[in-house]
C-alpha cells in the first residue's frame, strides 16, 4: 500500500503515518484502501465536506450519499421532496450544486439532501463498513478532532479523497485533525497556508471548477465554522451523513 507522504507534517518527519499520545494515524488515497479501516476520517474539503456541513447550518436534516449521478436522481424521483447536489455545473433533475457559497443562502429545514460528486462522497462510501466513519473539513476540525479524542481511537485512517490521496488542501487539513487529535492547541495557520496554495483552491479562484461562488475557498478555509462532526453510516441500503454535537467533556483541558 503506497501511503501519502507526510513530509510536511511539522514535527514528523518522513514517511507514512503518525503516531503520537497513543495514535497511529495513516493517510491513504482512496485507492489505496486495502481493507476496512475501524475509523475513518474521509477528508473533503474542496468542496464535498464543506457543503455537507453547510447543508446542515442550513437545516438539512440528513445527507444521503449517492453511489452515481443516477442513483441520485432515482432517489430524487421516488422523493421529489429531497433535494439532490450534484458537483460541477447545474443539470436536469439536480436542485443545487456543490457550493458552499451558493449553498448558504438556501433553506434546508428538515430537508433530506441527497449528495453526489467526484471525490468526497466517493471517499466516504469506500469506507461505508467502517465501525466509524467520520467526514471532515477545516470546518468542522475541531468537533471532528475532539469526537476522536473522546473515542480515545488508537488507529485512524484518513482518506485524502482529492487527486489521488495528492490533494494538499485535503492532505493539510488531515494532517490537521490527526495532529489536533492528540494535541488540542495545534495552531492551524501552516496547514491552512498549504490548503490555500492547492491546485483546487487554485482552480475554484480562476473558475476552472464550474458550479462555484468567488467565496468557495474562503468557505472551505474557516477553521472550525461549525461546532458540529459530520458522522456517516449505513442505515439500510443507504449511506448517511448526520451532525453530531461533540460537547468538550469534562476536564478535557489542551495539551
Ligand atoms: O466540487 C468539487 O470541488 C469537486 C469536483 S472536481 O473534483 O473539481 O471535479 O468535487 P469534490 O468531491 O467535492 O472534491
Ligand atoms: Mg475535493
Redo the contacts with the bound molecule.
Sequence with gaps: MRLCDVAHFPGVGGRVSASMAGMDSRFVGIAELAEVPAVAVVV?V???FT?AAWAFAQGAERIVLAESLDEALALKARHPDWAALK??PPAPGFDMV??PGLLRSADLRGRTVVQK??????GALAVKDASLVLCAGFVVAEATARLLRTRRSSGVTFVV??EDGQAEEDLACAQYIARRATEAGTDATAFLRRAAGSR?AA??AQGV?Q?AHPDDVALCLEVDRFPFAMVAALEGPLMVVRPRAVPPPAGDAVI
Design positions: 473533503d474542496m468542496r464535498a457543503v458537483d460541477g456543490n457550493s460528486t467526484t471525490a468526497g462522497t466517493v479523497t482529492g483546487a482552480e475554484l471548477r458550479g
